[in-house]
């Protein structure tokens, strides 16, 4: 931001963040790109589902400092989409059928394409293609019965906590979930 404002071009400035600073500012670029994209192929997949009305009865949504993130029960996604992969974006990506509608829905939105996510000038940041799952399957779920908050002011209105424990596969985000869940 002190770059721009001393009149540096929006390049200028991310040259001038330190690498790593840079680095994070990329995949978050890409996250949210893959967020975005992650939450039509979802919804695409219900809307085309046998059982459209049931899938897109329990399909619910966050909104976050990612963008809107979209969530289906295990229960309404076929067992053959559960282990179904999203790559990151970024120059040489092949897209599939699967959710190459999507993809392109999204990066014309922003009006980029996958050969133009790179940093001219910043030769040492890449935008890297990663594959991510799809879903993430919280297991070994446990949900306690209400109890007194004690962290809750005496007069509360919600003076009551549940406790939830579960595992979810590395590179979920746990924080995530409780949101959607407390929605």
């Keep these: 931001i002190a770059a721009l404002a001393r009149g540096a071009t929006p390049e200028q400035a991310l040259a001038a963040l330190p690498p790593d600073d840079l680095r994070w500012c990329v995949e978050a670029f890409q996250s949210w790109l893959w967020n975005r994209t992650a939450g039509k192929v979802i919804t695409d997949m219900a809307t085309k589902a046998e059982s459209h009305d049931a899938i897109a009865n329990t399909l619910w949504s966050v909104e976050s400092d990612f963008g809107e993130l979209v969530f289906a029960p295990a229960s309404a996604v076929a067992q053959s989409v559960h282990a179904a992969t999203l790559p990151t974006f970024g120059p040489g990506l092949i897209a599939i059928e699967a959710w190459s509608a999507a993809a392109r829905s999204v990066l014309a939105e922003e009006g980029i ?4 996510m ?3 000038g910043v030769p040492d940041v ?13 297991s070994g779920v446990k949900l306690s019965g209400a109890e007194r908050d004690e962290l809750a002011p005496a007069n509360s209105a919600k003076p009551l906590k549940f406790t939830l424990e579960c595992t979810l596969p590395k590179g979920s985000y746990a924080t ?3 949101r959607a869940l407390g929605q």
């Design 113 to 116: 394409k996958p050969q133009d």
């Design 118 to 120: 790179y940093l001219p």
């Design 126 to 138: 890449k935008f890297g293609i990663v594959s991510r799952p799809l879903f993430a399957v919280a």
């Design 176 to 178: 995530i979930l409780l």
